[in-house]
């Protein structure tokens, strides 16, 4: 296989993001292989980095949820008012889980 940019150079690689074939001159490295361009770098950058913050939201979202659960059933049953305890812990994890996700967004967008 040739270059896409240059048709007298045999291609090293295949871009991760396009699929075209790449000489060593053009070929950028990314984490898990080479692509292209630097838009390409970009597309396969931005993709790796979104993913693992969105699997980290479940969490946190989580906690938030079973501590309104908590309260709600605090609020029903006076029997069960230590619940609400539960609830203010839970949502102090949650809350905290998210800032920490959100420092690691604005980080990793400035880099
Ligand atoms: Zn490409
Ligand atoms: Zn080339």
Same mark, same amino acid.
């Given at each position: 296989? /040739? $270059?896409?940019?240059? =048709? ?7 871009? /991760?993001? $396009?699929? &075209?074939?790449? $000489?060593?001159?053009?070929? !950028? @490295?990314?984490? =898990?292989?080479?692509? $292209?361009?630097?838009?390409?770098? @970009?597309? !396969? =950058?931005?993709? &790796? ?11 946190? %979202?989580? *906690? %938030? ?5 908590? *309260?709600?059933?605090?609020? @029903?049953?006076? =029997?069960? /008012? ?5 609830? %203010?812990?839970?949502?102090? !994890?949650? %809350?905290?889980?998210? *800032?920490?996700? &959100?420092?690691? !967004?604005?980080?990793?967008? &400035?880099?």
């Amino acid at each position: 296989m /040739r $270059c896409f940019k240059h =048709n007298d150079a045999e291609a090293v690689g295949i871009c /991760r993001n $396009c699929l &075209k074939g790449v $000489c060593k001159e053009c070929a !950028i @490295e990314v984490k =898990n292989g080479i692509v $292209c361009s630097d838009s390409c770098a @970009e597309v !396969i =950058n931005a993709y &790796k980095k979104e993913h693992p913050v969105r699997a980290q939201l479940y969490l946190p %979202i989580l *906690f %938030i949820i079973t501590g309104g659960a908590f *309260f709600y059933y605090s609020y @029903e049953d006076k =029997n069960l /008012r230590l619940l609400s305890f539960l609830g %203010i812990a839970f949502w102090g !994890i949650g %809350i905290r889980a998210l *800032f920490a996700i &959100k420092k690691t !967004i604005t980080t990793s967008k &400035k880099s």
